[in-house]
Nanobody, 115 residues
Framework: QVQLVESGGGLVQPGGSLRLSCAAS????????MGWYRQAPGKERELVAT???????NYADSVKGRFTISRDNAKNSVYLQMITLTPEDTAVYYC?????????WGKGTLVTVSS
């Protein structure tokens, strides 16, 4: 089992920035994908961004140009830099790991964009 622990959420004004972090509880070896999903109130969970262990990235159209995903394999961590945030970005953000045909999820961190 792998535990994923997110941090960095909070309240930010429209146009502001936040950086989310996610650390895995154990060393992650082998081909894998880490990423971020989000779930807004009353909506389904949706993909935000993913990154493979080799660094290939994928973004939802709604965040392209505003969000940047990165990872530090030595720290078993993945990050999400978010800029130019809008109220539509308000959601619980979940860290995600896919490895050996298994999915692991963090408990989520709340991001609220409001003035």
């Amino acid at each position: 089992q792998v535990q994923l622990v997110e941090s960095g959420g909070g309240l930010v004004q429209p146009g502001g920035s936040l950086r989310l972090s996610c650390a895995a509880s154990r060393i992650i070896l082998g081909n894998n994908v880490m990423g971020w999903y989000r779930q807004a109130p009353g909506k389904e969970r949706e993909l935000v961004a993913t990154i493979t262990n080799s660094g290939s990235t994928n973004y939802a159209d709604s965040v392209k140009g505003r969000f940047t995903i990165s990872r530090d394999n030595a720290k078993n961590s993945v990050y999400l830099q978010m800029i130019t945030l809008t109220p539509e970005d308000t959601a619980v953000y979940y860290c995600y790991l896919y490895i050996f045909a298994l999915n692991f999820w963090g408990k989520g961190t709340l991001v609220t964009v409001s003035s």
